[in-house]
């Protein structure tokens, strides 16, 4: 996801430094652009939207593609490959971190009636407002793919629930790119060295946790100050904090017990400092710490993004497993931290072709094999894990942990029109940082959470 | 300097009619102004005009009296983002009218010419970067990771950014930025305000016996008093705009820093989020009225459009 080598190398120089800031940034950036919720059992409401009206079509007409850096090479790889396809590439930000930079230019080319690109990549949140109208009389910006324009049968072929936060009203209004199953991650290596068992429940983590802190102080098992860190944690543990229960009604109750189990083991690893209040990808963590995080949960995309790239963990000591279990819980579920679509406009005068790009962007194994995140296409998921790039670098083979995890991701957290990351970062995290514990700022966080939800119309539950 | 020189231009504006001749000065005058106006009406009247309108209408143009203003203010982002930006002027504006007014009257009277034309120039620097650059200055300054001050901000107790970020360090710190930008160029202009009291003045208060300080408070100051609330004015519009700093904060903090800090950013989430002009508009004309406030009271109590008595 990192477009420039690699950005956290320490160096003496100050020049190099401030580059490896910036560049930090912007991989954070990148990296969280995954960072949004997903999976949301949008229940058809029947309403059967009028049949889509393409724009006025024209054979071979130009289209405009956004994509955000990391997926800017995938998109220079089908112009090379399909040079009789005339496309403009531009390249943003991608939707990363909550960022709401395509909803902002979509509105003004609403108003202004001219403007949209052809094919975005974005986040599941951008989904929320691209298949509704940005103002009266407006049409929505993504176009419905499942009408006549993507066959059922390639629909048909996303891992299970990954196309649920492309749906709304019964239509399908985009192609979900990859998905980013959590599962833990731990450094073989330091494990076997020390003699300590994978746990493969959470009280067995929380267990292990306290053990590594005295037994091995300054090494960690994991992190909560970063953006998405909710979604590997309170995600995982089923905590109804973005609960949809309707078109527009949110259920946010961390009150839940299943709230609660998680932020009392988070609290108790926190105090023993097994747990890190700093984020994996905060500036410096990677120079101070990178070395010494013995766990972490997380998503599929840390091997190489967080391990490989930032920390700089030789290869072949890291491993994950498969998502942890609450007693009592046979099949464990797991969250997910991101995970991009791709959406085709409504207002294109080349649908064909754009939607030609967008097929073969998410579905092809040309391109997805060697993608830099794990595809949402089940065929191409397959295809992924056996290309050596993304397994070699591993201790053990992570093909089990992560096809396990791809469908075992908790379906009720769902993909909101305002993003998760928001209330987590202003809210929680300063308040970490300032020494609260993260059950005495649940209550803190379920108001911003639903002041949030109230501002964007939806009706809020606390119970 | 420059701006006290533009001052008795303005004069003949007032005794236009008295003679031909001073007709013939103002007819150049409306020829120097006119560019300066059609730019106002164009990016400043018009679409001050226009923000009253979607303010007092709905997304179909229908009238809907103060409707917007009610919703916006019963948002629950409003209350803190007006109550932060108020912590924050109330900081800077005293900062800056203290510190330019103290430096300015020491480069004055107790610094030589040549070492004092060489802190006014340093002192500007800072103002010539732009906003976006200064923070980003600014990013560096306070993370201790990369800041050349870290052992500063250790001592303070601050050991990672994101303890620097905590919110309430917030008006501190957009404080300090202001500060490094805007107060250079103020000094230079009130070290020039200074500059226009008439040295017989100066004179007549040593000989009656006032030291520096005394001249500076009894006569230095009050003769100064319309600079000091023209720069108020000018640094409260500003201020109640703050825009830049959290929003490029709120990026590079990765979230940390609240979205809707400031009204400023209130009223961009509320454009370019919700797509609710409307009520956008009627956060920037809240902003307007606050400003308006501020400018008329403090015209009304420096006299600043009273002219020199002749």
Redesign the interface.
């Given at each position: 996801m990192r477009s420039t080598g690699s950005p956290r190398t320490a160096s003496p120089r100050?020049g190099a430094?401030?580059g490896a800031?910036a560049a930090a940034?912007a991989g954070?950036?990148a990296l969280?652009g995954c960072g949004a919720s997903a999976s949301t059992s949008t229940t058809p409401s029947g309403s059967g939207s009028a049949t889509f009206k393409p724009a006025g079509q024209k054979d071979g007409a130009q289209i405009t593609v956004w994509a955000d850096s990391t997926r800017l090479p995938s998109v220079q790889a089908y112009q090379k490959s399909h040079p009789d396809v005339k496309m403009k590439i531009v390249t943003y930000d991608g939707g990363a971190?909550?960022s709401?930079y395509l909803?902002?230019k979509v509105?003004?080319f609403d108003r202004t009636g001219s403007g949209w690109p052809d094919v975005v990549f974005g986040s599941p949140t951008d989904v929320t407002w691209a298949s509704a109208p940005?103002?009266?009389g407006a049409k929505p910006f993504a176009a419905p793919l499942d009408q006549s324009l993507v066959p059922q049968a390639t629909l048909a072929g996303f891992a299970k629930g990954s196309l649920a936060p492309c749906q709304f009203n019964g239509h399908t209004y985009c192609m979900r790119n990859d998905i980013a199953q959590v599962v833990l991650w731990y450094n073989k290596t330091l494990m076997d060295k020390w003699g300590y068992q994978v746990p493969t429940t959470w009280d067995q983590y929380e267990a292990l946790g306290e053990k590594v802190a005295k037994e091995h102080p300054g090494y960690l098992v994991g992190s909560v100050?970063?953006?998405n860190s909710q979604e590997s944690y309170f995600w995982s543990s089923q905590c109804p904090a973005f609960q949809s229960t309707g078109p527009n009604s949110l259920r946010v109750a961390l009150k839940d017990p299943k709230c609660t189990r998680m932020s009392t083991l988070l609290d108790k690893l926190i105090a023993a400092k097994a747990v890190s209040t700093?984020?994996f990808?905060?500036?410096?963590f990677a120079?101070s710490s990178g070395s010494k995080v013995l766990m972490a949960y997380g998503p599929s995309w840390y091997g190489q993004y967080l391990f490989k790239a930032a920390f700089n963990t030789p290869a072949k000591q890291m491993a994950a497993s498969a998502p942890l279990t609450w007693p009592g819980e046979t099949t464990p579920s797991t969250g997910n931290v991101g995970g991009g679509v791709w959406m085709v406009s409504s207002h294109s005068a080349n649908l064909k072709a754009s939607t030609d790009l967008v097929t073969w962007l998410t579905t092809s194994n040309d391109n997805q094999a060697a993608a830099p995140t794990y595809p949402a296409y089940a065929p191409a998921a397959t295809a992924w894990l056996a290309n050596p790039a993304n397994r070699d670098y591993f201790a053990t083979d992570v093909s089990g942990p992560f096809q396990q995890a791809a469908n075992e991701v908790w379906t009720g957290w769902s993909n909101t029109k305002f993003s998760d990351?928001?209330a987590?970062?202003?809210v929680v995290?300063?308040a970490l940082?300032?020494g609260k514990t993260l059950t005495a700022t649940l209550p803190a966080w379920q108001s911003a959470i639903s002041?949030e939800a109230?501002?964007?119309g939806y009706q809020v539950t606390n119970q | 300097m420059t701006l006290l020189e533009t001052r008795p231009v303005s004069l003949p504006a007032r005794r236009r009619g008295h003679t031909p001749r001073r007709r013939a000065g103002g007819r150049a005058g409306y020829f120097f102004v006119a560019g300066y106006t059609l730019l106002l009406l164009a990016f400043g009247v018009f679409p001050t005009c226009y923000a009253f309108y979607l303010a007092f209408t709905n997304?179909?143009g229908q009238f809907t009296g103060i409707n917007q203003f009610t919703k916006v203010a019963r948002?629950?982002?409003f209350v803190p983002a007006f109550s932060h930006v108020l912590v924050y002027l109330a900081l800077w504006l005293v900062t800056l009218v203290v510190l330019t007014v103290l430096v300015a009257v020491v480069l004055r009277g107790r610094v030589r010419p040549g070492v004092s034309a060489l802190f006014r120039f340093l002192y500007y620097i800072p103002g010539a970067l732009a906003g976006v650059a200064s923070v980003l200055v600014w990013?560096?300054m306070l993370?201790?990771?990369?800041s050349p001050v870290s052992w500063l901000l250790s001592a303070l107790g601050m050991h990672?950014?994101?303890?620097v970020?905590?919110?309430g360090n917030l008006p501190w710190i957009f404080m300090l930025i202001a500060f490094w930008t805007g107060a250079g160029g103020w000094m230079v202009v009130m070290y020039g305000a200074l500059n226009n009291i008439p040295d017989e003045v100066l004179e007549a208060a040593r000989m009656d016996g006032a030291g520096p300080w005394r001249t500076a408070w009894y006569v230095q100051i009050p003769m100064i008093r319309q600079w000091i609330a023209y720069m108020t004015i000018l640094a409260f519009a500003g201020g109640t705009q703050l825009f830049v700093e959290p929003q490029l904060l709120q990026?590079?903090s990765?979230?940390?820093?609240?979205?809707t800090w400031s009204p400023n950013q209130l009223a961009y989430v509320y454009?370019?989020?919700?797509?609710d002009f409307n009520g956008a508009a009627a956060i920037s004309v809240f902003l307007l009225v606050l400003g308006l406030l501020c400018a008329g009271l403090l015209v009304a109590r420096s006299n600043m459009f009273t002219l020199d008595e002749k």
């Open positions: 100050r430094r401030i800031l940034l954070v950036v969280a971190d909550g709401t909803q902002t509105q003004l940005t103002k009266p100050g970063d953006t700093e984020g990808f905060s500036q410096g120079k990351a928001t987590w970062s202003s995290l300063p940082t300032a002041d109230k501002a964007d | 997304d179909r948002d629950y982002r990013l560096f993370d201790p990771d990369v990672s950014f994101a303890a970020l905590a919110p990026t590079a990765l979230g940390r820093v609240s979205p454009a370019f989020q919700q797509g």
